[in-house]
């Protein structure tokens, strides 16, 4: 049988060590790398789940908030926010929420219950009990019902600013950034109301018949007249004798619907009155949301050129 030498066992002993020590070595070196890493991770700040409950609302915070918070938008385009019943996952959706971002319940109110269990900071509400001075809407005759505040520029800014200071207080390390955001966000879109304005005052000087009384703060903003609708804000019918009155109007340059082809009734109504059907959507469902709230104002603006330069 052949003999090991000491001399050999003494080699293998010395690679054995060395082996170790590189295996160790290397360990260290991973945990290292591990522990760096979390710590990076660590040092970020947390991004904040945003919930808006409609698509316009999901515009504003995608132009205020940009990649600085996660944002998920609580209604489906199938859903009426006049009139939803919440799934259970919207509702678990809810209470995951850092910030939920409604307009109030002029306009959601079966979200009011459910939204009611948020605390305070976590809810931030666009029309609260107040005057539409308050919620920077103009105010030129419509009262203070019209629940679609998003459609007057001037109101959306205002409540960009809201929003703004309110994630600043959830994100304080990410506060001048949001500041920065807000002042390109405020200069655009001053560039951009000041283009629509030009582009609609040029238009002819004709009415337009809504299906839905949801057109009010654009139409205000921007000079436009609507001589009545079917339905009021909340969706509810006027009834024989507004009809009438609709049918007797003069050199109307169309039927607003919201989606086509419309309801039989606004159909009707156009072609009685020999003017085109028009879908123009309030809630911006088509408007790619990486557009954000400036193409929402330019569907809107194409839609009433369509309308009233017919």
Known sequence: MKQHTSSGLFDRHLVSRLLCWVCLGLVALCCQGVTAAALAASALPARPLLVTTIRPLTLIARQVAGDMADMEELLAISQDPHHVSLTVSQRRLIEEADLVIWVGAGLEGTLAKPLASKQAQALLTWLPAQSRSQAGIHNHGEGLSDPHPWLDPDAALAFSRQLSARLATLIPAQAAALQQRQLRFEASLAAQVKSLE???????????????????????????????????????????????????????????????????????????????????????????????????LESLTQGFERCLAN
Request: with cysteine; net charge negative.
């Open 198 to 296: 030009q582009r609609l005052a040029a238009l002819p000087q004709r009415t337009f018949i809504a299906e839905h009384a949801a057109y009010g703060p654009f139409a205000e903003h921007f000079g436009i007249v609507s001589a009545g609708s079917l339905s009021d804000a909340s969706g509810v019918a006027k009834g024989a004798r507004n009809l009438w009155q609709l049918k007797n109007q003069g050199d109307t340059g169309c039927v607003v619907v919201e989606y086509l082809p419309g309801s039989k009734m606004a159909r009707q109504l156009a072609n009685d009155l020999g003017v085109p059907v028009i879908a123009i959507d309030p809630f911006g469902f088509a408007v790619d949301q990486d557009g954000g709230y400036p193409a929402l």
